[in-house]
């Protein structure tokens, strides 16, 4: 089994900045793509940046591209993700997420097998 849980989310001021953290714990996450995905309040999940096995391929939403930066730490199990020049339509709850695929950028949710439980991110205008 897979346990990931992020941390660092909070209330901001728009143009602020944030950096949420997921770390994993369980089985290794060294071998797994790792993706971050955000859900707003009445919407779908959809996919904000992926980082594959080895963190040297990403890819990002174009509603992110430039101001999120996604990495990770395999030694610490830990992936990041630093939000710059926050947004408004920022605002949702952010997931982190597991694929056992290692170097699949997969923006598809259903792609993913392991979830954490989301930490909130708010931007006030």
């Known amino acids: 089994q897979v346990q990931m849980v992020e941390s660092g989310g909070g209330l901001v001021q728009t143009g602020d900045s944030l950096n949420v953290s997921c770390v994993g714990s369980?089985?290794?996450?060294?071998?797994?793509?790792m993706g971050w995905f955000r859900q707003a309040p009445g919407k779908e999940r959809v996919f904000v940046a992926a980082?594959?096995?080895?963190?040297?391929?990403?890819s990002y939403a174009d509603s992110v591209e430039g101001r999120f930066t996604i990495s990770r730490d395999n030694a610490q199990s830990t992936m990041y993700l630093q939000l710059n020049n926050l947004k408004p339509e920022d605002t949702a709850v952010y997931y982190c997420?597991?694929?056992?695929?290692?170097?699949?950028?997969?923006?598809?949710?259903?792609?993913?097998?392991?979830w954490g439980q989301g930490t909130q991110v708010t931007i006030s205008s």
């Open positions: 997420a597991a694929d056992e695929c290692p170097l699949c950028l997969y923006r598809d949710p259903t792609r993913y097998e392991y």
């Open positions: 369980g089985r290794t996450l060294k071998k797994y793509t």
């Open positions: 980082i594959n096995s080895r963190g040297t391929a990403t």
